[in-house]
């Protein structure tokens, strides 16, 4: 691990930051890598924190204002953690025809969150994505990873009480 | 007698977990002592609606939502050998012609030996070998294959363009950044045959004179990513990629890269932005990417389903893909077929097959028998075509006589119970969301957009507002910078020159008819 890398970073997560730094000396440290390392970054940590977006600014000699502007750019990345759990409901054309905004009116009643939110304990975020391709299953909602198809709004919200 | 039982293994009927199902069907396999039957990972089957789907070619027999704790019928039909006469097959799956999708479903996605046993990179060496880069263009050019990603310009054309452009290097790209919603045909190639993209890129470097490529893929399709590297090491390995393919001087090597979610990095300036490591937002045309694209250096950009039709192109010869078609629109067409359709999944059809056919013969008609009420395609850059005109043929021109766009290839079917002022403002509000904000008539336009189409869907409109509505789609269709914001007023376009009487019921009687606005009944209003 280079030394700017290592005086930047918290010393409790260099274990993580190996990873990273492994993936940017993969790629060899090029600027134009940067959307590849905060991949591996949000893979790694969960999100893209402060000290990590200055960290890749430092390691890719890309100014932090361009990180800051690639990673709020791109709805994939996130500035914050999840929560434990992610409900992610699908918008998407064929879900949208098929009811995905009465599972996404349910679940915010029943989550009191607003797309985009976390609980203020941590334990769910709520999401939208704007189809994963699977059409054949809509609505579709994803749930912790996995995607579940077919869903009517009481299935989303029971799952939900079951956490 | 040897029989195979082939396996879905791509995104939808995972989400059903066949990977369950392959994994018990292969102990079950050994367990019945059936030696002689192999059980195989493919990818997508077609039919997703009826996921997760077992293959048995040997038997006649596809079987439709399969348990991996109930497999006591597929282990029977493979135990049973050949039925006396195998069932006609569904129109779902006669009246597809597979060019692209000829490997779909057959072989295994994860194995090059396998695409090899197919035919696979037999092109690649019969164009190394046999033919010099401009013979290639030639028989591109004769085939009359146009862009898939959805404008349709001619490939030929743009790979002769590039070809005679000069630069220290050149680059090619394949545009895996499938963004319509309701859209999957690259999904299902990448996850199902990904050498086929592999194999059309190479021959396309070599036409073009490029040495380097790379996939963009986006990243909510983590399997396709996923199989599209494993593919990448395995074409090293044989040598297929990477320095002197096949003991030539030809030398291409191919690196995936992973969008982070961002629709407009499926136009093509956007696209080379984000792959050098920026904010996707697109620039002025010209000059193009085939004199200065990525790195400035001449790019060759198509789409996946474009590459994938290339192996066999240049195996059967452009004649003969210029055989299928119609006279401006050759070959065929994948189509992702969603929404309130039977038989969801994906098809490939001849350009020039209607939309009846796609839907009614193919689909299976509507869910619960109801009335088709229009087919929307091209996404939020399309348009929708009302059910009288199911009968127009399936090409480029057509679809564009009717204000919609053939797309990358996304179909979706509504039923008489979706409302087009509500889809226009859906499709509105995902521009607003995915417009880059560099231009301001895309930027600011898309939300005023949006606004009054929620005002008329919420019964708060004059026809002032409508005027207004149609003004303003006039000016941003007109002044935006790229394709996104230029597109961004079609669905408005379509559906008031369709449904322009719902737009009316809206905003005179305060009604939707298919009752999913949010619209004051006239006695509470006011």
Do not use: M, Q
């Given at each position: 691990m280079g030394a700017l890398l290592a005086e930047l970073i918290p010393p409790n997560d260099g274990e993580r930051w190996s990873a990273v730094d492994a993936r940017m000396r993969q790629l060899g440290y090029a600027p134009d890598a940067l959307i590849e390392v905060l991949h591996t970054v949000q893979e790694t940590f969960g999100y893209l924190g402060t000290e990590a977006l200055a960290a890749v600014s430092a390691a890719l000699g890309v100014p932090l204002s361009r990180v800051y502007g690639v990673a709020t750019f791109?709805?994939?990345?996130?500035?914050a953690p999840h929560g434990r759990h992610t409900c992610v409901v699908c918008t998407g054309t064929a879900c949208h025809i098929s009811g995905a905004s009465a599972i996404l009116a349910a679940v915010e009643a029943e989550a009191r969150l607003r797309p985009g939110e976390t609980a203020a304990d941590g334990s769910l975020s709520l999401l939208t994505t704007r189809c994963p391709g699977t059409c054949s299953l809509a609505p579709v909602v994803i749930l912790d990873g996995d995607v579940e198809g077919k869903l009517a709004p009481a299935a989303v919200v029971g799952w939900l009480r079951a956490l | 007698m040897s029989a195979t039982a082939r396996v879905c293994q791509a995104a939808s009927c995972l989400s059903l977990h066949s990977d369950r199902v392959l994994q018990a069907l292969t102990e079950r396999v050994a367990d019945a002592g059936l030696a002689d039957v192999t059980v195989k990972r493919v990818g997508c089957?077609?039919?997703?609606?009826?996921?997760p789907l077992v293959d048995l070619p040997e038997r006649g027999r596809l079987l439709a939502n399969v348990q991996p704790d109930d497999l006591g019928e597929v282990v029977e039909a493979l135990r049973d050998g050949p039925r006396a006469a195998p069932a006609p097959q569904a129109p779902f799956f006669s009246r597809q012609v597979r060019v692209v999708t000829e490997n779909s479903g057959r072989?295994?996605?994860?194995d090059i030996d396998d695409y090899r046993a197919h035919r696979g990179y037999e092109a690649l060496a019969t164009a190394l070998g046999l033919m010099t880069p401009a013979q290639v263009i030639d028989e591109v050019v004769r085939s009359g294959l146009r862009g898939r990603g959805g404008a349709g310009y001619p490939t030929g054309l743009k790979w002769a363009t590039v070809a005679k452009a000069t630069g220290a290097i050149k680059y090619v790209i394949c545009n895996a950044d499938e963004g319509d919603p309701g859209a999957f045909m690259d999904r299902s190639v990448l996850e199902s045959d990904p050498h086929r993209v592999l194999e059309g890129m190479a021959i396309a470097g070599y036409a073009v004179g490029a040495s380097e490529g790379t996939i963009y893929c986006r990243a909510e399709y983590p399997l396709a990513a996923a199989r599209i590297q494993t593919a990448i090491g395995q074409a090293e390995r044989a040598g297929?990629?990477?320095?002197?393919?096949?003991?030539?001087p030809f030398g291409f090597s191919v690196q995936l890269r992973l969008g982070a979610?961002?629709?407009?990095?499926?136009e093509e300036t956007a696209l080379i932005a984000s792959i050098e490591g920026g904010r996707g937002t697109p620039r002025p045309r010209p000059p193009y990417p085939a004199v200065s694209g990525l790195r400035a250096q001449p790019t060759l950009i198509n789409n996946v389903e474009t590459f994938a039709s290339v192996a066999p192109i240049i195996r059967n010869g452009g004649d003969w893909y210029a055989s299928i078609g119609t006279a401006t629109s050759k070959g065929t067409k994948v189509f992702a077929l969603a929404g309130r359709v039977v038989n969801t999944g994906l098809v490939e059809v001849p350009m020039g097959t209607t939309l009846r056919e796609i839907v009614y013969d193919i689909g299976g008609g509507i869910v619960g028998g109801r009335p088709c009420k229009a087919v929307q395609t091209g996404g939020p850059s399309g348009g929708c075509i009302p059910s009288e005109h199911l009968d127009t043929p399936v090409d480029y021109e057509s679809l564009a006589a009717l204000g919609s766009i053939m797309g990358s290839g996304g179909m979706v079917v509504m039923d008489d119970e979706t409302c087009m002022v509500d889809l226009a403002k859906y499709f509105m509000d995902f521009c607003r969301d995915e417009s880059c904000g560099k231009c301001l008539p895309c930027r600011v336009g898309t939300a005023q957009l949006h606004m009054l189409l929620t005002r008329i869907c919420e019964g708060e409109a004059s026809l002032a507002d409508l005027r207004q509505l149609e003004a303003l789609c006039d000016m941003v269709q007109r002044t935006s910078l790229c394709g996104l914001g230029q597109n961004a007023p079609n669905p408005v376009f379509s559906t008031l020159r369709f449904f322009r009487d719902e737009y009316l019921e809206h905003i005179e009687e305060r009604r939707c008819p298919a009752g999913v606005c949010p619209v004051p009944s006239p006695a509470v209003a006011r």
């Open positions: 791109y709805s994939f990345f996130t500035l | 089957l077609g039919l997703c609606a009826a996921g072989v295994d996605p994860e297929l990629l990477g320095p002197r393919i096949a003991d030539t979610g961002a629709y407009v990095c499926g």
